[in-house]
């Protein structure tokens, strides 16, 4: 039976929800634990928006665990080396108020569209973040949605400030990462920057991303964070890692300008499916390279 679809990674023998987002369609083995594989499997894990392309309202759901959106939000880079991030299902309520979506047509949307507030509870092991409407108590962040192979592959954001001004957001999250990439691209005309999640790079991606780029010639590579990047071997079995995506300003020291940074915070899962409506994830076991993958954004 045909799985889900969502956030670059395809849950196996679930059936299709027809209200499912997509993102990326590569097939991945899910992890194992460190002693035995998996002997539940991923439930039908909702990580999208209902009404594609449209703005909805939908208040803010409670969510369970510990909050620790102070301490994420005190320094991402640092908190993610340390604790599970979990972006799945990151909108339970539905779709937050004010977030425009991205289409094959227009795979743009203007970064005022896609502002959220951002929230981390600490829940089962794993970090869960969330999105609701912007303005609420949280992280003032970005959310950048995805597109399947089947409805464009590119989704992603654009005019968001090379040097966000205090009170803007300086962080953007998007879908987890199982054969997808993330790329920042340099606005050489407007001198911002855009943020494009590309579905299924793993198949024909350097290829795919180079036509998109001849289509908008004002935009330049800056930063990619692709399979290569975040796929590394885990546990006894071998299988692929997926990484939770985020892109991350850090002001500058010493009168140094700040940078934007792309990370991936590897994962293996655990389990198959929470109350919550997520994956359990894990710390990967067994790594050769670092637990959290960066590629700064570098517009000179």
């Given at each position: 039976m045909k799985g889900i679809k969502f956030g670059?990674?395809?849950?196996?023998?679930?059936?299709?929800?027809?209200?499912?987002?997509?993102?990326?369609?590569?097939k991945p083995s899910a992890p194992p634990p460190v002693e035995s594989k998996p002997t539940s499997k991923p439930g039908p894990v909702k990580d999208g928006f209902d009404a594609q392309g449209s703005k909805v309202n939908t208040p803010p759901t409670k969510q369970p665990g510990k909050d620790v959106t102070s301490s994420f939000g005190a320094n991402p880079l640092g908190y993610s080396g340390q604790n599970v991030l979990n972006a799945y299902n990151m909108f339970?309520?539905?779709?937050?108020?004010?977030?425009?979506?991205?289409?094959?047509?227009?795979?743009?949307?203007?970064?005022?569209?896609?502002?959220?507030?951002?929230?981390?509870?600490?829940?089962?092991?794993?970090t869960n973040l969330s999105v609701s409407p912007a303005g609420g108590q949280g992280i003032p962040a970005h959310y950048m949605h995805y597109l399947s192979t089947g409805e464009g592959k590119f989704a992603g954001i654009q005019g968001v400030p090379l040097h966000p001004r205090p009170g803007e957001p300086t962080t953007v999250v998007t879908?987890?990462?199982?054969?997808?990439?993330?790329?920042?691209?340099?606005?050489?005309?407007?001198?911002?920057?855009?943020?494009?999640?590309?579905?299924?790079?793993?198949?024909?991606?350097?290829?795919?991303?180079?036509?998109?780029?001849?289509?908008?010639?004002?935009?330049?590579?800056?930063?990619?964070?692709?399979?290569?990047?975040?796929?590394?071997?885990?546990?006894?079995?071998?299988?692929?890692?997926?990484?939770?995506?985020?892109?991350?300003?850090?002001?500058?020291?010493?009168?140094?300008?700040?940078?934007?940074?792309?990370?991936?915070?590897?994962?293996?899962?655990?389990?198959?499916?929470?109350?919550?409506?997520?994956?359990?994830?894990?710390?990967?076991?067994?790594?050769?390279?670092?637990?959290?993958?960066?590629?700064?954004?570098d517009v000179a």
């Open positions: 670059g990674f395809k849950s196996p023998s679930v059936p299709k929800s027809p209200s499912s987002s997509a993102s990326g369609t590569n339970p309520g539905g779709a937050p108020q004010g977030v425009a979506l991205p289409t094959a047509q227009k795979p743009f949307v203007n970064a005022s569209d896609s502002k959220v507030t951002l929230n981390a509870h600490q829940h089962q092991g794993n879908g987890a990462l199982n054969g997808c990439a993330i790329h920042a691209l340099h606005d050489t005309k407007a001198n911002n920057l855009s943020f494009l999640h590309h579905a299924d790079y793993s198949r024909n991606g350097k290829a795919e991303l180079d036509g998109f780029l001849s289509q908008h010639p004002t935009l330049r590579p800056a930063g990619s964070l692709t399979p290569s990047d975040y796929s590394h071997p885990t546990g006894k079995h071998g299988d692929p890692t997926g990484a939770t995506p985020f892109i991350h300003y850090s002001q500058g020291t010493d009168n140094r300008p700040g940078q934007w940074t792309l990370a991936g915070q590897l994962n293996a899962f655990k389990n198959g499916g929470t109350p919550g409506g997520r994956p359990e994830l894990m710390r990967p076991t067994d790594l050769q390279v670092p637990f959290v993958q960066t590629v700064p954004v």
